[in-house]
């Protein structure tokens, strides 16, 4: 059974800098593309990024230039650098594993995610 567990969330002030950690476990971390994905209090969950089983990346707008994804297969794990950190970046930041099979898809669409973590909480205070 596959889990995931984030880490690296929050206190933080607007304009820093932090670090989530996603570590999987219990399958083949290679053959799962991985996102990250955000809810904020009385929000629906929303794409914020997402790297593919060969390395392609996809950004959600409000994030591209502030953040970035990557993914360590030799240690199973998944990271978002966040950086020029706003408010409305608060939220509850949940990490996902997509097993569809093409090595290049990267997915926004929180339904083809089979697995999430318990997600780590990040405040942005102004």
């Known amino acids: 059974q596959v889990q995931l567990v984030e880490s690296g969330g929050g206190l933080v002030q607007a304009g820093g800098s932090l670090r989530l950690s996603c570590a999987f476990s219990?399958?083949?971390?290679?053959?799962?593309?991985m996102g990250w994905f955000r809810q904020a209090q009385g929000k629906e969950r929303e794409f914020v990024a997402a790297?593919?089983?060969?390395?392609?990346?996809a950004y959600e707008n409000s994030v591209k230039g502030r953040f970035t994804i990557s993914r360590d297969n030799a240690k199973n794990m998944v990271y978002l650098q966040m950086a020029s950190l706003k408010a409305e970046d608060t939220a509850v930041y949940y990490c996902?594993?997509?097993?569809?099979?093409?090595?290049?898809?990267?997915?926004?669409?929180?339904?083809?995610?089979?697995?999430w973590g318990q997600g780590t909480q990040v405040t942005v205070s102004s």
């Open positions: 996902g594993a997509d097993p569809r099979p093409q090595a290049g898809a990267v997915a926004a669409t929180y339904s083809l995610y089979a697995y």
């Open positions: 219990g399958g083949t971390f290679s053959s799962y593309a």
């Open positions: 790297v593919s089983r060969n390395g392609a990346t």
